[in-house]
């Protein structure tokens, strides 16, 4: 149980880099969840004022594609465990055997080789678009703790019509500052697609051992995250991106009596 104590012994997520990233060290599971919790609803708050042509049961958009830190894993995980539907993880087993987008690197890592100037790695985007194992008559069970690669999936017209999905480019540039940011929080965890996260923390050891921060991977598709060293934000976008970012730094989280 967490200890509320005056604001001064809160935590702040504070700003990218230095000492940010020596407090996220520090932080247990927890903590990191609460944090990602607040993120979520930031992000909810900037999406409830766009006009967007999403709808309930539309659901070309969720297909086996979907990419996420295993921290927001961890997260669907615990969920589906409480919410007694930790029979949803039986379908990981079939899903494995089909094709899927498995990224090389992660966001930061790819901010990391911009800023540098460096040659980026070509990513496999030619796997089809299945839909998605969890999927059940186009909604979807884990909803509320879907990770940000499914909530910040939208478009300003159906997909259905297009065939792609429609966003606006400072949408984009959020979507992209909030990828980073979560990465940034899981920075000692991994990233991959939906399937492989949770096929390696369906197993209760392996989520010991990502709690306790000592994870091993090995023969897993899973690559380790970053902190982050730079955001991506256009010059355009910056004055607008500015009171989002102030909110994410603003976020304050209780600590643990010691
Ligand atoms: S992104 Fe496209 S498919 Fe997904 S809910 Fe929105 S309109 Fe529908
Ligand atoms: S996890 Fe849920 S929201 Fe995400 S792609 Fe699958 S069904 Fe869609």
Redesign the pocket.
Known sequence: MYLRKPARHLISLGSAGGSASYLIELMDIETKLEILDQIYEIYDRFCARLSVACERNC?IC??GN?TLTTLEGYRMIEDMLQKDKADLLGRLDGAAETGRFQPKITTNQLADLCRQGKKVPEEDNGQAATP?F??EKDE?P??TH??FG?RCLMSRRKCDDTGYADMDDFVLSVNTVFLQTIEHIDSDGFSGN?IDVLLFLRSKTHRQDYRSGRPDVTGTRLIPNRPMTILFVPPEHQNRMAPILQAVQAIQVPVKPS
Do not use: G, I, Q, S
């Open positions: 659901a969720c297909t979907v998605c969890f999927l979807c884990l909803y879907r990770p499914c939906l």
